[in-house]
Structures are given as C-alpha cells and as structure tokens.
C-alpha cells in the first residue's frame, strides 16, 4: 500500500533549480531504479521521499497521502546510504535497533527482531562488535539490516553498491534482488551504474538534468529507447551513432546488431574499383548473400580488439574521416587487428533520432526514406 | 670511516643524542633538580649552609592549614571553570556549528579574548568588577540587583576570577568543538532522523559520544591548566582577600624567596596532583572515549 507520486514537484538549491516540475508515479510493490549520470537529480528525488531535502514546492505522496508536512521518521520509509551512515559509537545491536527503541518497541519483541534480522543478513556472530571492526561488506549489511528491522513499506536506497569491490557487487545485487522478491515492499533504488539498473529493475527511471528521459521495463529501454540519451546511456559499449546528413538526422545500432565480415581479396579489389566508378549501383553490389534485405554497411579496419571472455569487441575505424568509428560485439572471436572489414547492420535494427534528440521511430513518415537513405550509401562512405 | 660492525648498532642513538640531550636538560634535570630541592632547607644567600633535611618539607606542608586552603580554592577554582567552560562552549559550539556569516563573526568575537594578554583581561575586568565605579554592578542596580564586592569580598572573590577565566577560555574550545562538530558526516543525522529519533535521544547518543575525543582532550587539558592558574590570581587579588583565592601556584610563588625547599616540595606535591587526576581521568572515562 505504498505508491510513490510526485505532483508537480520542483527543488532548488540556493539559485539554481536542479528539478523543475517533474511528475512521477512509483508503483507500488515494485523495483524501480532511478538512474542517470551524476547530477541529474536522481538522489534529490529519493531524499524528498525520506524527507531529508523537502521539495521547494510540489507535493510527495506516499500511499495517495501527501507527506510534505510528515516528518522522515513517521514516513514509513527506511533508507540505506551510499556511506552507509552507521552509527560508529553504537554496536551493531545497537545499531539496529536504535530505530525500534525511538518507535518504543517492547524489549523482547526488539531483541527477537534483531536477532532474526541479524540472521538474515548474515551478521548473526557480529552483533555486539563495533562498526569499525567490519568489513565494507559487513557495514553494508548492518546499514540494510537497519533499515529492514523497521519493516518500513519503502525501501530507498542511494547507491548502496558503489563503496563495494567488483565481486561482493554482482554477490549483493543478487540479494538484493531477492530481498524485494521476500518483503514485496516498494524499492526505490538510485545509481549512476547502467549494469545495476538493467539487472535489479522492474522500472527503469532514466533521467538526465532534472528531467525524466524514459521511463520503462529494462528491456524497453534497452529495445525502444526513447531518445539518443537513453539509446547511449544504456548498453555496454553504448549504442554505435553515426549523422546520417539529412536533417540533422543521427542514425545508431547496438554493437551486437552488426555483423562482421572479412573481405576477400577479390572483394577488396572490387571495392577498389566500384570506389573509382561513380556509377556503380548501391551498397548491396559486393555482398553475396541477403542481397534482397535493406542493410546498413561500412568497410573499414580493425582498430582494436578486446576479448571479454564470452564476447569480444572489436573497434572498426577508417582512418581520416571522424565519427567513422563503430564497436561491434561478436560471440565469436575470429578477427585480428588491422584486417581489413565489412560491418553490415539489418535495417530492423537501425535506430534513427531526429536533430533534437528524440527517436524516429517506424511509424513516423519520414522513416523509411531514411532507413532508404541509409542502406544506399557506399560501404566505403563515412 | 668506522667498521661496520659496531656502527649499525649505535647509530640510532646517535641519531637520537640530540633530541634526548635537549630532554634531559630542559625537562628531566630540572624536575630531579626540583625534586631534590625538596629534601632541603635550603639558603638562597650561603649555599654552603644549605641543610639536607629529608621530608620534614613534606610533613610541614601537610600540616599547615594555608596548604589545605590554597589546594581547596584550587580544587572549587578548577571544577568551576572546566564545568562552566566545557557546558558553555559546547552550547556556544551547537549554537554555531551551522556555516554562516553571522556565526563565523560571532565565532571570532568569542574567540578575540583568547589574543589578548590575561594581564590586560585581568586589569579590565577588575575595573569592570570595581564595586562603586565598576559597569558590573551599575548593571547590576539598573536591574534592580543588590550590589556584589566582587574581588573585594572573600566570599565571591573566588567566584569572580573564575568568571574573567572563563569568559577567557571559552572562545578557544568553542573553536575546537565546533571544528569536531562539523566533521560529522550530515547523513548520520539523516539516518537518525528516519530513525525518528528525537533531539535528545540525537544529543546524547550520537553527538555526544562523537564529539567524546574532543570533550577528553579538554577535559585533561583543562584541569591540567587550571590547577596550575596564577596569572589572574597574581593581577587581580594577590590571594586574597584573606587568602580566598591563593592558589597553589600562588601559594608556591609567595615562598620562592623565603623557603625555596619549601616552594619546591609543595611544587612536588602539585605534581602529583596533576598526575594522578590525569591518571584517573584515563581509568575511568578513556573507555567511554569513542575514537573513530
């Protein structure tokens, strides 16, 4: 029974407004993550629903009841830091329990709640230690125990994973994911990590400079990006995007959306030639195969090569000319620096994006005769 | 060039040589050379008649009554200016922990008597507190207020040297609890606030116990300081009115020329005194010490 609304809400610090009227509902149950690049408001808006940086103006409701005159401790709201903000003169008992003894919890009934809570988290053997004595890890764990002990309807939490190495990172969001699936409270989580968004959320709030860019399941703004920023902010490497010189247009596609190819010796001296004939038909001419499908293609060289394991992602660059440089990502490592390469991208998987920004999708008229545009140009045109 | 077999061995304390050689001179001399003043009546015109005479010092100061007086005022002088001090500058502290430009001026207001002399503080406030002419107690009748003697009654002149001590140090701590204060990171008060905990329940379990190494330091440093006083003894009473406000500092000062022995023993004694305060102050308040 807590949905988080935002109405109309605006924040501003001294003179400059980082929020400007911003409209937001958080559905209940679920785990939403507001992501975007350090200072885009993300954490603003987290710290207007614990109440510890009201809104200038605008309202915040949580489970349809505006909550601006409500203090952070009555909100129903628990928070975790990215600090952690432990208490460092309390013991982790103390720790957790401080919030019970403030909401007068009978002795018994705290003591019951911590010790399961301890459990849970793993802390069962550190309760009467000192924060100082734990790890980054254990701290991060005293500082989520905290926040669950209170059995609040609403989970925020302000990059929780970032002071934690690599491993203990994919280990917590695993737990974290499972901790929702287990309380079935709201979570509202913050971070600047793409990766911790796509694999943690139920909702995606994607936002740049106070303003909500998209706001989806991971995999829709993964597939259907709304816009440039958030077809380039999400993804490992971001979206490939290259001006396509009509309009203003940019056009873009995922590095896995490509294929690569080797051009043979014959190729490259057909290549050769049809680069001197001014005549010669369009970019289809020195592809065998699927000749009959719209694709993008581009020839260059291999520039770099970095093999991740299960992928590698190769660099196809051609020299002198700027922005003619694409990463793909293939499943198969078959190609070496400085081959010489064809990269073809079926138009299905072409995005286009008008000169503001915002995505040109199918529907729209002009789509077609740029996608045409696109798939007639030369190989060997930047 | 020395063989390699002794140097290694020696050279860290030839590199120390100097430091300690300064130590030993400035500090360990003197307090062995004090100590053995004490066991002496000694004669600052014939050292030759100077006579070895054990502890009879000793056993004289701790029979005469105007030891028992000196140690008292400076018992009631020092407890007075630590508890007024530390309560009103951590109040002064709360009050200006928040960065603004009005409290970075009222902060270096409070801190100006700390560069002044303690002479020139001393004289003032004797003006101020002169009885007829004083501003104290033409305040004083302005409110409606009977008149105090100030320094010139043996009942309040204790009182006010620790009120001109006070006024004096606060400044200074204020400084230090506030620079302790605004080292705590906002987000644990953030924390405690979604803890819904109350501001008392914030003071005593979170900015106290943080602020615990600061309030120690003062603490040790305070008493240390204060039983030693005797600037704003010697300018503004002298020890009296009828030995009201002679300190031990004071009381070992007034025999410097007639009984040095004497004057050393009762230095000995202060010694001691430090030292086992400040000893017990670690047994039994170090544990409650929270350092991060």
């Known amino acids: ?382 | 060039m020395p063989s390699r077999g002794w140097w290694p061995l020696l050279r860290p304390y030839v590199m120390i040589a100097p430091a300690m050689a300064g130590i030993g001179l400035f500090v360990l001399y003197p307090i062995f050379y004090l100590i053995k003043l004490s066991f002496y009546k000694y004669n600052l015109m014939n050292k030759a008649k100077s006579k070895y005479i054990g502890l009879d010092n000793y056993h004289q100061i701790f029979t005469r009554g105007d030891f028992y007086q000196a140690l008292g005022n400076t018992a009631l002088y020092t407890v007075g200016v630590v508890v007024c001090t530390m309560v009103l500058s951590l109040l002064a502290a709360l009050w200006l922990k928040r960065k603004s430009r009005w409290n970075r001026i009222v902060q270096a207001g409070i801190f100006t008597p700390h560069i002044v002399s303690i002479v020139s503080i001393a004289l003032l406030w004797m003006w101020l507190m002169e009885p007829n002419q004083g501003l104290l107690n033409y305040l004083f009748k302005l409110f409606g207020l009977p008149p105090s003697a100030w320094l010139q009654s043996s009942k309040t002149a204790l009182l006010s040297v620790i009120l001109v001590s006070v006024w004096q140090g606060i400044g200074y701590y204020t400084l230090i609890i506030v620079a302790a204060l605004q080292s705590i990171p906002p987000t644990i008060y953030e924390a405690a606030a979604l803890d819904n905990a109350s501001r008392t329940n914030v003071f005593f379990r979170i900015t106290l116990p943080l602020l615990s190494p600061q309030l120690f330091f003062i603490l040790v440093i305070m008493t240390i300081g204060s039983f030693k006083v005797f600037d704003t003894v010697q300018v503004m009473t002298g020890g009296g009115p009828n030995g009201a406000t002679s300190t031990i500092v004071y009381y070992i000062y007034q025999f410097r020329t007639t009984n040095i022995g004497y004057s050393a023993a009762t230095g000995v004694v202060l010694m001691a005194i430090i030292g086992l305060l400040t000893f017990l102050y670690f047994r039994l308040l170090a544990r409650k010490v929270h350092y991060q």
């Open chain 1, 1 to 382: 029974m807590a949905s988080i609304e935002f109405v109309r809400v605006t924040k501003s610090f001294e003179k400059s407004s980082v929020i400007d009227n911003l409209n937001l509902t958080i559905e209940d149950g679920k785990f939403t993550v507001l992501v975007g690049p350090s200072g885009c408001g993300k954490t603003t808006l987290l710290r207007m629903i614990a109440g510890i940086g009201p809104q200038s103006s605008g309202e915040v409701r949580i489970g349809g009841k505006d909550v601006s005159r409500v203090p952070p401790g009555k909100r129903g709201v628990a928070m975790v830091f990215q600090n952690y903000a432990i208490y460092p003169t309390m013991t982790v008992r103390d720790n957790i329990e401080f919030g019970l003894k403030n909401n007068r919890v009978p002795k018994a009934e705290r003591t019951r709640l911590v010790e399961t809570i301890g459990a849970t988290v793993g802390l069962a053997g550190y309760l009467d230690r000192m924060p100082s004595t734990l790890s980054g890890g254990q701290r991060q764990r005293v500082a989520l125990a905290r926040a669950m002990v209170k059995e609040p309807s609403v989970f925020l939490m302000d990059e929780p994973l970032s002071n934690l190495d690599a491993k203990l990172r994919a280990q917590m969001r695993i737990e974290l994911i499972e901790l929702h699936k287990k309380l079935g409270a709201t979570f509202v989580y913050v971070t600047h990590d793409q990766v911790e968004a796509m694999s943690m959320a139920d909702t995606i709030v994607l936002m740049n400079e106070g303003v909500i860019q998209q706001e989806a399941p991971p995999e829709d703004v993964y597939r259907d990006p709304a816009n440039l920023f958030a077809a380039q902010f999400i993804g490992v490497p971001p979206m490939n995007v290259g001006e396509l010189g009509i309009d203003g247009v940019r056009f873009g596609f995922r590095p896995e959306s490509a294929d690569l190819a080797v051009l043979s010796g014959a190729e490259r001296e057909l290549a050769a030639a049809a680069a001197g004939d001014p005549i010669r038909p369009g970019a289809g001419a020195p592809k065998p195969a699927g000749a009959d499908e719209a694709r993008y293609a581009f020839r260059g060289r291999i520039a770099t090569r970095e093999m991740l394991g299960a992928e590698t992602l190769y660099q196809v660059r051609r020299d002198g000319e700027p922005g003619a440089s694409f990463m793909v990502k293939c499943f198969a490592d078959r190609f070496a620096v400085d081959q010489e390469v064809e990269l073809e991208v079926p138009a299905d998987k072409l995005f286009f994006f008008d000169a503001a920004g915002d995505r040109i999708r199918r529907d729209h008229p002009a789509h077609d005769a740029y996608v045409a545009a696109l798939c007639s140009r030369e190989p060997a045109h930047a």
